[in-house]
């Protein structure tokens, strides 16, 4: 299995980017994927959750309304779009297939003026 993310950078407050994560090595459709972060001295927290089919997401309170989490079957690719970002979004992006023990190495993303 392999996840690799990609997308992230340095952006001013306000600002938007969009990651992705392609991935390979499993039936990507079949399972769901998941967005978490880690801030700098801080635990990883779920961002965001989207079903196999693309039909059902989920997300964390603070992102909702900002962060849009989608999916690319044909492309084994999963976005996560990241809209007026705040200073405090700045954290590693990791994707994540749901209930096993496969991430990605992560992409980061700083939110800086």
């Known amino acids: 299995v392999r996840l690799v993310e990609s997308g992230g950078g340095l952006v001013q407050p306000g600002e938007s980017l969009r990651l992705s994560c392609v991935a390979s090595?499993?039936?990507?459709?079949?399972?769901?994927m998941n967005w978490y972060r880690q801030a700098p001295g801080k635990g990883r927290e779920l961002v965001a959750a989207?079903?196999?089919?693309?039909?059902?997401?989920n997300y964390a309170d603070s992102m909702k309304g900002r962060f849009t989490i989608s999916r690319d079957n044909a492309k084994n690719t999963v976005y996560l779009q990241m809209n007026s970002l705040k200073p405090e979004d700045t954290a590693v992006y990791y994707c994540?297939?749901?209930?096993?023990?496969?991430w990605g190495k992560g992409t980061l993303v700083t939110v800086s003026s």
């Open positions: 090595g499993f039936t990507f459709s079949t399972y769901v």
């Open positions: 994540n297939v749901a209930l096993s023990g496969w």
């Open positions: 989207i079903s196999g089919a693309g039909d059902n997401t």
